[in-house]
């Protein structure tokens, strides 16, 4: 015969494991666990039942480790950034919420948890050939999150894998698909059309690709040379074009200026005066003036005039 104190140490032990259990079914039906709330419910009774025939044998230590191994296995925590995917017996059941949630035990339950946050995958360096055959180094930025989580467990293997390399894919069939000219000048409708067409292809995974961003195109270095000369070769013609207006507005001036001066001769004396003048500011040791051929004119026609 035990003695009494030991029997009411077990008593208490037996009754502070059956509130335990019924702490975790209370816990399973707040989390509108029905089906979990009715197995903890049935089977604390059972272990109920049972341990109370054992409560004064030796085995009695082995049985109320029972509940204190098993139970705390069927919590699963969800943060809020996160959803679970919860399969029971490899079937498809419900989507866990964010907080504690109670699930069955011993592998009949699983959970599988996934990120709802944006994801940013860089897509790797792809060569490209462009329409007009140019070459090209391209990578890109790829933003994208998961509004679908059963989709992305169910349809995919692994969503983020399988949309870095839709990515590198779609962006090497669309841009090979346009000039260099249109790559460079047209990056925005470009970035536009590429965040259409891997949106629509990710869909039925349950991804969402918010937006795609062309970061980088690489030409050759004999691209870069030819485009140099090019744009170099651009800004010499618009020079010559900019200096032959001017020529050809200075001329304009000039002839106006000539028709006032030829109304009145002595304008002309009066012209080279104020040159002279202002050579002379500048003390020039030699002075080029230029001479009428009508003053030439004049003294020929004075010699010959002149009797011999």
Same mark, same amino acid.
């Given at each position: 015969?035990?003695?009494? +104190?030991?029997?009411?140490?077990?008593?208490?032990?037996?009754?502070?494991?059956?509130?335990?259990?019924?702490?975790?079914?209370?816990?399973?039906?707040?989390? &509108?666990?029905?089906?979990?709330?009715?197995?903890?419910?049935?089977?604390?009774?059972?272990?109920?039942?049972?341990? *109370?025939?054992?409560?004064?044998?030796?085995?009695?230590?082995?049985?109320?480790?029972? $509940?204190?191994?098993?139970? +705390?296995?069927?919590?699963?925590?969800?943060?809020?950034? !996160?959803? =679970?995917?919860?399969?029971?017996? =490899?079937?498809?059941?419900?989507?866990?919420?964010?907080? *504690?949630?109670?699930?069955?035990?011993?592998?009949?339950?699983?959970?599988?948890?996934?990120? %709802?946050?944006?994801?940013?995958?860089?897509?790797?360096? !792809?060569?490209?050939?462009?329409?007009?055959?140019?070459?090209?180094?391209?990578?890109?930025?790829?933003?994208?999150?998961?509004?679908?989580?059963? %989709?992305?467990?169910?349809?995919?293997?692994?969503?983020?894998?399988? /949309?870095?390399?839709? =990515? !590198?894919?779609?962006?090497?069939?669309?841009?090979? !698909?346009?000039? %260099?000219?249109?790559?460079?000048?047209?990056?925005?409708?470009?970035?536009?059309? %590429?965040?259409?067409?891997?949106?629509?292809? /990710?869909? $039925?995974? =349950?991804?969402?690709?918010?937006?795609?961003?062309?970061? #980088?195109?690489?030409? $050759?270095?004999?691209?870069?040379?030819?485009?140099?000369?090019?744009?170099?070769?651009?800004?010499?013609?618009?020079?010559?074009?900019?200096? #032959?207006?001017?020529?050809?507005?200075?001329?304009?001036? *000039?002839?106006? @200026?000539?028709?006032?001066?030829?109304?009145? $001769?002595?304008?002309?004396?009066? &012209?080279?005066?104020?040159? *002279?003048?202002?050579? @002379?500011?500048?003390?020039?040791?030699?002075?080029?003036? +230029?001479? +009428?051929?009508?003053?030439? &004119?004049?003294?020929?026609?004075?010699?010959?005039?002149?009797?011999?």
């Amino acid at each position: 015969m035990m003695p009494y +104190p030991v029997i009411m140490v077990f008593r208490v032990i037996l009754w502070a494991i059956v509130a335990w259990w019924a702490l975790w079914a209370g816990l399973a039906l707040f989390t &509108r666990a029905r089906t979990v709330f009715v197995f903890l419910l049935l089977t604390g009774l059972a272990w109920t039942y049972f341990s *109370l025939h054992l409560v004064f044998s030796p085995a009695f230590v082995l049985y109320i480790l029972i $509940p204190l191994v098993f139970l +705390p296995s069927m919590v699963r925590i969800i943060t809020e950034y !996160q959803r =679970g995917v919860l399969f029971r017996f =490899g079937r498809q059941v419900g989507v866990l919420k964010p907080g *504690l949630n109670v699930i069955f035990p011993f592998g009949i339950d699983q959970v599988r948890k996934i990120d %709802l946050r944006t994801f940013t995958i860089d897509v790797p360096k !792809q060569e490209i050939i462009t329409r007009d055959n140019v070459p090209v180094m391209v990578d890109a930025v790829v933003y994208f999150n998961v509004f679908d989580p059963v %989709l992305a467990v169910v349809k995919v293997a692994d969503f983020v894998k399988s /949309t870095t390399l839709l =990515g !590198q894919t779609i962006l090497r069939s669309v841009l090979g !698909q346009h000039e %260099l000219d249109e790559m460079l000048s047209k990056r925005t409708e470009l970035n536009t059309t %590429l965040q259409k067409l891997l949106d629509e292809a /990710t869909d $039925p995974w =349950g991804v969402k690709v918010s937006a795609v961003e062309i970061k #980088a195109v690489e030409l $050759p270095e004999t691209m870069k040379r030819a485009m140099a000369k090019q744009a170099e070769a651009e800004r010499e013609r618009r020079a010559k074009v900019i200096a #032959a207006d001017g020529e050809y507005q200075a001329s304009e001036k *000039l002839a106006a @200026a000539a028709r006032v001066i030829a109304t009145e $001769p002595s304008a002309l004396q009066l &012209r080279y005066l104020q040159t *002279l003048s202002e050579i @002379a500011v500048e003390r020039n040791s030699t002075i080029i003036f +230029p001479l +009428p051929m009508e003053v030439l &004119r004049m003294f020929e026609r004075r010699t010959e005039e002149r009797p011999a």
